[in-house]
């Protein structure tokens, strides 16, 4: 009972600790508590009564003299007392210590993530985009050390051409009433309904029909900056998958932003699945004409390549 009572006056003669005890309990003054002004670790009486005792009546026992007069001297009992509260204060600031620094590196891996959507047409003119980010702090007009929910606006600038995934990092603000932590940003690209990026090049598809890609053809693409570009496709598109490169059309150099890369189109070739008969037949009759054009003008080119080499005295 009395260590019970010795403990209860360390608490309560302590400014700090009552504090805590009057407002989160014994339970939470015992095994550490986070308040808004960081982690209280955890109070554990030491045990020593003695000590307790003499720091409220100024020895350590009521029957101190009538016991040293038959014991030791009180001056070298005075002594040992002081070395072991020495010692004992001294294990006690270690233990606080590596509490503390526990403490500290707990707190410096606290960190706050939050994701970033950020479309095409915003990464190729470049933009700010502002950030609500949810913060917890101490209401200063209470005296009950109340936390209220509060938000940050996060600024964050976009560079023309800013690569995908890009970390920004915005440490923690030296606020004594404020509980946030360490917010990191990260960004993502917007998926596009016509292009995608790969590195500073834009890439697209585009479907065209068979006589598309015998005949030729040009098409419109509007631009990432609202511009109208005429694509024309004058040769013949001969695979699946050919490809038209446009120059200086693709996203800015993040370092260089009056640098362009290239837009790349990816043409596909859709074929038909069915063929009429009759439609087969002349398909085939006008591709055998342009074979014996093709050969036509071959005989022509070699007949005047002979006859100009025999006027040729070899």
């Not at 986070?34 to 003499?54: A, I, N």
């Not at 210590?97 to 950020?118: F, G, M």
């Not at 470049?126 to 950030?131: N, Q, R």
């Not at 009759?278 to 006859?307: A, E, F």
Request: aromatic share 8%.
């Amino acid at each position: 009972m009395f260590i019970l009572i010795c403990e209860a006056y360390e608490v309560l003669s302590d400014k700090f600790r009552k504090a805590i005890y009057d407002q989160y309990g014994g339970d939470a003054l015992k095994k550490g508590v986070q308040t808004p002004l960081g982690f209280v670790p955890p109070y554990e009486y030491d045990g020593d009564t003695k000590k307790t005792f003499q720091n409220f009546f100024g020895t350590d026992s009521p029957f101190a003299d009538i016991i040293n007069a038959y014991r030791i001297p009180k001056q070298h009992l005075c002594s040992e007392n002081k070395n072991y509260i020495n010692n004992k204060t001294e294990e006690l600031n270690v233990q606080q210590q590596n509490k503390d620094t526990k403490h500290d590196r707990e707190e410096t891996n606290q960190q706050h993530l939050e994701t970033i959507v950020i479309s095409l047409e915003e990464l190729y003119r470049g933009c700010l985009k502002l950030l609500s980010v949810p913060m917890q702090e101490v209401d200063p007009c209470s005296n009950q050390l109340n936390v209220i929910s509060t938000s940050k606006i996060v600024h964050v600038k976009i560079k023309p051409g800013l690569p995908a995934n890009t970390v920004f990092t915005f440490p923690r603000e030296p606020n004594e009433y404020s509980t946030s932590s360490e917010i990191i940003v990260v960004t993502k690209d917007k998926p596009h309904d016509v292009f995608w990026r790969e590195g500073v090049d834009l890439h697209m598809n585009k479907t065209v029909s068979l006589k598309q890609a015998l005949m030729g053809f040009s098409f419109t693409v509007t631009t990432l900056d609202d511009r109208i570009l005429h694509i024309p496709i004058t040769e013949v598109v001969t695979c699946h998958d050919s490809k038209k490169i446009i120059k200086a059309e693709g996203m800015p150099h993040v370092e260089e932003p009056h640098k362009r890369g290239d837009l790349i189109i990816h043409l596909t070739i859709d074929y038909p699945k069915f063929l009429h008969a009759d439609l087969r037949k002349n398909l085939g009759s006008l591709l055998d004409d342009v074979n014996i054009s093709k050969n036509t003008t071959r005989q022509i080119l070699d007949k005047k390549l002979k006859s100009k080499a025999g006027n040729l005295d070899l």
